[in-house]
């Protein structure tokens, strides 16, 4: 081994600057009016939003409430707006913002209280398709005295493997303006699981699952805006999984009306 | 208050809850019942803190492993400290749990000919570790939260705290718990309960954990005159993310990756775990492959003689991944690479990763007996949150996963056998016990000011723990520590909620936390100062007491909750039915020895 020195970036925690941000407030014990409130907190490069609403809750404001957990951009709790976009607060850097930093809950969901939203509707759509694996007749059941698993190769698993990855953090209902219009949209995340799940070698289910992809609130609500992909924090790309839902849906229409 | 009536009642939608659902589920099914189950978790299931969770599980897989080498690097990664009876039955199951949830669609990593992949981890002989890419929790939690919705009979409590078991009589008769998004509470009785509320690595300052981690259950449990098995153990990860504390997994380890210091010096060889292994062909308890215990004491030693860098205003030393090349580091390592680069700015690829070790992993927890059962008659307990015996004085890397779901599933049957056989107890029990945590709540929100501020007294805690009960310990250090902990209990008496709405007080739930919190360290303290030996992650600099010690501490430690007054502690035997206590060796000194 060599035994050079090692030298990586050292990010500053010394160099701390004060940072202005603004969180809209909404107390429904109190009042039912919003209001924006003001904060001015010390930051270095390594500050997350999430550090800054930690920072306010303990040291400045205990009134504050927003979800969190993981703090590593995998739990999906901490999607706030970040000046009208959706983000996930643990993995948003107060280093990329120059100038103002206004803070809100997540768009297209009911306010709860501060930044926290009503989530209800989405796990509604996520279980209303099916999500998980439908094999109403396997070759071999499972049996807990000889387990043996499915074969799937690598690339049948590269097939279905990125929309695997969706956290449920809901920013792509945020960014999506047919969601905004009509909450009864399955909506991106949901037809991205269902989409998983049709794609899985495993799986037999689509069928059962179609019924519910080809309603009018279903992939068809879909006007392809693209804005979800771009706001996803885990690159899932549900855009690409709704678009090929449509395809998927239309042919599904087609042989059922070959079979009349 | 409204109240609600279920057979079994799961506390925890984490892996552990959540299998336990499913297990009870089946299992009221295969006996032709119908019961009705609820499962209450302080966070959507989806958010539990099993989704962070990264390397892998293991079983038995491949046909040179076998029951007998899992059983033996358990045992003497534990440092003999493990229930035998519980590792053997652990063992013999782990291999089917996993694929039963290949079964439910879990996306395994896979070989070319379509078969499950296994991976190295640290003080396990053998690949046998399954995984899915680095994000094994995350996809084992998702694909058990979706199959929970197969089956009606599950009702979820999603963001639902619960504050306390109701016990009548030496059983278990509900739970107490308050809805977040209103603040009223709900009383849930239940014939039987499991609880499954994950472990306690928020007691210190620099961990791995998330936010939730605040080790409820084992309080509420306590409360109740169940003992807290074998809380002095905490494990160390040798490498967390300097800052954060963010985990970047052993895996990394696994498949090839590097330690060295300052240096550039692979310094692990100097600590029994040698001779260096070639680059790139990592070997099983071998070097980087050694246990975490001993890795995170290896960094101790180095930072002490002062070959660590520095990042920020931490020592840390470095993990370098850079041979194994981009392509791989991408395909297996995917998740690694965006975290070291958004909360650290460093490319796995093109820079070794500064990293230290952070606090990971609570050992002991509510104790049960093999069958998951705790001294309160239907009150299980399985995952993290318990002590059933595995683990011992040091878990090993990926025995936890595959443990919430071995275990998780027999504490859910148990509890719906349980179920099938019991009788609801009056209702009016479980108001009295609900009117008196009503009581306290609303002391807590009284609206008169804090003679106390809870932002101090957690800082405070976590403080102690970390100077007192870290990787190596001191008399001194421990009783500081401990007598911090009972006085900061005594001053939370004083605290009250500076808010005092209903509708998600987060501040209320942080409070909350926090008492169970001071109420566990205290455990954890008292079993550490009273454990006058060294063994597994229990390490003492104390002349005389820097090694093993059989003849007096081979045993469990149990710590008893008193009120007011101070926890006390006893000792109980351990299981060494199928293999005597031995040297734990690594690295050529490890060779040709059994474990
Ligand atoms: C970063 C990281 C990586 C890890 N990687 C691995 C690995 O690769 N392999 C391995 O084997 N192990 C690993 N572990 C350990 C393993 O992930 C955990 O031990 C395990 O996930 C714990 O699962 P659990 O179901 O017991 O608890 P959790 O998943 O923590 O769930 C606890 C549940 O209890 C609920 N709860 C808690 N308190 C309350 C309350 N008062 N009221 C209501 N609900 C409550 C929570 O909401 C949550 O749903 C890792 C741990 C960490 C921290
Ligand atoms: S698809 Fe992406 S943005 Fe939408 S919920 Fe999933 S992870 Fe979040
Ligand atoms: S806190 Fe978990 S995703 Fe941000």
Not at chain 2, 146 to 159: G, H, M
Request: charge should be negative; aromatic fraction near 8%; proline fraction near 4%.
């Amino acid at each position: 081994m060599s035994t050079e020195q090692i030298s990586t970036n050292v990010i500053s925690t010394q160099s701390a600057s004060t940072k202005h941000i603004s969180v809209k407030r909404y107390l429904p014990d109190n009042s039912t009016e919003t209001y924006w409130q003001e904060y001015d907190l010390p930051v270095d490069d390594s500050t997350s939003l999430l550090d800054a609403l930690n920072h306010i809750k303990e040291q400045l404001d205990s009134t504050l409430s927003y979800r969190w957990s993981c703090r590593m951009a995998i739990c999906g709790s901490c999607g706030v707006m970040v000046n009208g976009i959706p983000k996930l607060g643990c993995k948003t850097f107060l280093r990329d913002y120059e100038g103002d930093i206004r803070i809100e809950p997540l768009a297209h969901f009911p306010v709860q209280r501060d930044l926290v939203v009503d989530m209800e509707i989405f796990l509604e759509h996520l279980a209303a398709v099916k999500p998980y694996l439908i094999d109403d007749n396997p070759v071999k059941p499972y049996d807990p005295n000889a387990p043996e698993t499915y074969q799937q190769t690598p690339e049948q698993l590269e097939r279905y493997k990125q929309f695997a990855n969706c956290i449920n953090c809901g920013l792509c209902y945020s960014a999506c303006p047919q969601f905004g219009l009509n909450p009864e949209f399955l909506g991106p995340a949901a037809l991205t699981l269902a989409h998983r799940y049709n794609l899985d070698s495993r799986d037999n289910g689509k069928k059962q699952r179609m019924a519910e992809l080809n309603r009018h609130d279903g992939v068809w609500s879909c006007t392809f805006v693209g804005f979800c992909s771009k706001v996803c924090p885990k690159h899932v790309d549900p855009a690409a999984a709704v678009n090929q839902g449509k395809v998927e849906a239309a042919k599904h229409t087609l042989i059922a009306l070959f079979k009349g | 208050m409204q109240q609600r009536d279920f057979d079994i009642v799961i506390v925890g939608g984490g892996g552990a809850g959540l299998r336990a659902a499913i297990g009870a589920a089946e299992q009221a099914k295969a006996q032709g019942a119908s019961q009705h189950i609820a499962l209450l978790s302080k966070v959507y299931p989806m958010r539990s803190h099993t989704v962070a969770a990264e390397g892998g599980a293991a079983a038995v897989t491949s046909a040179e492993d076998s029951h007998q080498a899992h059983f033996d690097d358990t045992v003497s990664g534990g440092d003999w400290l493990v229930e035998q009876g519980v590792a053997d039955y652990f063992v013999h199951h782990a291999y089917q749990e996993l694929v039963q949830m290949e079964r439910w669609g879990c996306p395994w990593s896979r070989k070319d000919d379509g078969q499950v992949q296994v991976r190295r981890f640290g003080g396990m002989k053998t690949a046998r570790t399954w995984f899915a890419a680095d994000k094994t929790g995350f996809h084992m939690l998702h694909t058990l939260f979706q199959t929970s919705l197969k089956y009606p009979e599950i009702e979820r409590f999603d963001e639902y705290f619960v504050l306390d078991l109701a016990v009548h009589e030496g059983a278990v008769i509900g739970v107490i718990a308050l809805q977040i998004a209103t603040g009223e509470l709900t009383l849930l009785r239940a014939k039987a309960v499991v609880l499954a509320t994950g472990g306690a690595g928020r007691l210190f300052r620099f961990n791995t954990n998330a936010g939730i981690v605040t080790g409820d259950g084992m309080a509420m449990a306590y409360r109740h005159g169940v003992a807290l098995r074998d809380m002095e153990f905490v494990q160390y990860h040798p490498t967390g993310l300097p800052g954060s504390g963010i985990l970047i997994t052993e895996a990394c380890r696994g498949e090839g990756g590097i330690l060295l210091n300052k240096d550039g010096y692979r310094y692990l060889q100097d600590y029994g775990l040698g001779p260096e292994t070639p680059l790139g062909k990592p070997e099983n308890k071998y070097m980087e492959l050694g246990p975490r215990d001993k890795l995170s004491q290896a960094f101790w030693q180095e930072q002490q003689a002062g070959r660590t860098g520095k990042f920020g205003d931490s020592d840390v030393v470095y993990l370098d991944l850079r041979h194994l090349g981009e392509k791989y580091i991408l395909e297996r390592l995917p998740f690694i690479c965006e975290l070291a680069k958004s909360y650290i700015n460093v490319d796995p690829v093109k820079e070794p990763v500064p990293i230290r070790p952070a606090v990971h992993y609570t050992m002991g927890g509510i104790e049960t007996n093999p069958q998951c059962e705790t001294s309160i008659a239907g009150l299980y307990a399985a995952g993290e949150c318990a002590s059933v015996g595995l683990h011992g004085a040091n878990r090993l890397g990926s025995n936890s996963l595959t443990e919430l779901l071995v275990f998780g599933r027999l504490a859910g049957e148990q509890a719906s056998q349980r179920a099938a056989q019991t009788e609801w107890a009056d209702e009016r029990l479980l108001e009295a016990q609900g009117d008196r945590q009503q009581a306290k709540l609303l002391r807590l929100c009284d609206g008169t000011s804090s003679e106390e501020n809870w932002v101090e007294l957690k800082h405070a805690m976590v403080q102690a723990m970390e100077s007192g009960c870290g990787i190596y310990r001191t008399e001194e250090g421990m009783r500081h520590s401990l007598d911090t902990m009972r006085q900061l209990r005594a001053r939370f008496n004083k605290v009250r909620v500076n808010d005092t709405s209903k509708i998600f007080n987060t501040e209320l739930l942080e409070c909350l936390e926090l008492e169970c919190g001071l109420d566990i360290a205290e455990a954890s303290c008292l079993g550490a100062l009273e454990r006058r030996e060294s063994r597994g992650a229990h390490q003492r600099l104390d002349e005389g007491m820097q090694k093993r010690d059989d003849v007096n501490y081979l045993k469990h430690s149990q710590v008893f909750y008193q009120g007011d007054a101070h926890a006390e502690l006893r000792w109980q035997d351990v299981d060494v039915r199928f293999s005597a206590p031995a040297e734990r060796a690594y690295g050529d000194a490890g060779k040709g020895e059994k474990a």
